[in-house]
């Protein structure tokens, strides 16, 4: 069956805090509208407490679609307004990472993203679910909490992925591993880690954790780097961000719909660059939980 077409009208909203957002925003709220999209309303939040809010006023509104312009933490929280709801999930990538844009195939730069909302086409996609709190792309455990949560926020604005790297290399100096769990119900197994990635997407901060397509197959993968050595590690990230040989090799696979996570210690989890939660983490795959704007084939 062919897929409605895009909306051609909509609400935009933009996390004028994001790296690029605020330099973005009148230009972006123009080129829509000049690619043909009809804007119901535009806004530039710089308080980052008015952001799901705003989104949730457009969804409830009956907006036919809602474009959200940020990093992945403004796109994560705000998938959570659109579940249930006869809404069209549109992004326009104005972070540091943007991975949630990388696995949608989405162009970075601004117009090739705006072209992707005018020209592209709908496709349903699933979510993923960390102690009740939906997530479009990745959850992780570890390191990544502690950088995301630590960073200084104008090393991330004006260095980006550089600038992570070089807080990530400071971080490991004093990180530890950790004891962890995972159980899907019928097998429990314990091991030692020094990261844990809940994947619904194939990149995590920029990097490409998966090769296969995902984000509607129906499950969920979690990548555990485990024993105690950081120099596995630093060797997993690198090996990744090079796409090494044998960059699998440092990580354990789970794959299903759901999952206990449980550490010792207790850590901190990130959302998409977000902290939000705490293990012990019950993590889940809800199959075919938004629709969002991606591009057609003839634009692949």
């Not at 009148?26 to 952001?51: F, T």
């Not at 200084?152 to 550089?162: D, E, Q, S, T, V």
């Not at 809940?198 to 555990?224: C, I, K, P």
């Not at 090799?249 to 705490?278: C, H, M, N, W, Y």
Request: hydrophobic share 45%; charged share 25%; aromatic share 8%.
């Amino acid at each position: 069956m062919k897929s409605k077409p895009v909306p051609r009208e909509g609400v935009l909203v933009v996390n004028a805090r994001s790296r690029k957002g605020e330099r973005l925003f009148h230009e972006a709220r123009a080129k829509l509208e000049e690619a043909g999209i009809r804007l119901l309303a535009a806004h530039a939040i710089r308080d980052p407490a008015k952001l799901i809010p705003t989104v949730t006023d457009a969804v409830r509104s009956g907006a036919p679609m809602v474009i959200v312009g940020g990093g992945d933490g403004s796109l994560s929280c705000s998938v959570d307004e659109v579940v249930g709801y006869d809404c069209v999930f549109a992004l326009l990538p104005l972070g540091t990472a943007n991975s949630f844009a990388r696995s949608l195939n989405i162009p970075l730069d601004l117009d090739g993203a705006i072209r992707v909302i005018a020209e592209g086409e709908r496709r349903r996609i699933d979510l993923g679910r960390i102690n009740g709190d939906y997530f479009a792309n990745a959850a992780s455990l570890g390191l990544s909490p502690m950088i995301g949560e630590t960073v200084p926020h104008k090393l991330k604005r004006y260095l980006g992925r550089f600038g992570y790297l070089l807080w990530a290399l400071w971080c490991l100096l004093r990180f530890s591993p950790f004891r962890l769990c995972v159980s899907d119900g019928e097998t429990r197994e314990w091991t030692w880690a020094t990261e844990v990635r809940v994947l619904n997407g194939r990149f995590h901060s920029g990097v490409e954790f998966l090769e296969e397509e995902t984000l509607d197959g129906g499950e969920l993968v979690v990548q555990a780097v485990t024993g105690k050595s950081l120099a596995r590690l630093m060797w997993d990230w690198l090996a990744r961000f090079l796409k090494l040989p044998g960059r699998n090799g440092a990580a354990q696979e789970f794959r299903g719909i759901r999952f206990l996570i449980e550490t010792r210690p207790r850590l901190k989890v990130s959302v998409d660059g977000e902290v939000l939660t705490r293990t012990p983490a019950l993590v889940e795959c809800v199959p075919n939980a938004i629709e969002v704007v991606v591009p057609a084939r003839s634009q692949l």
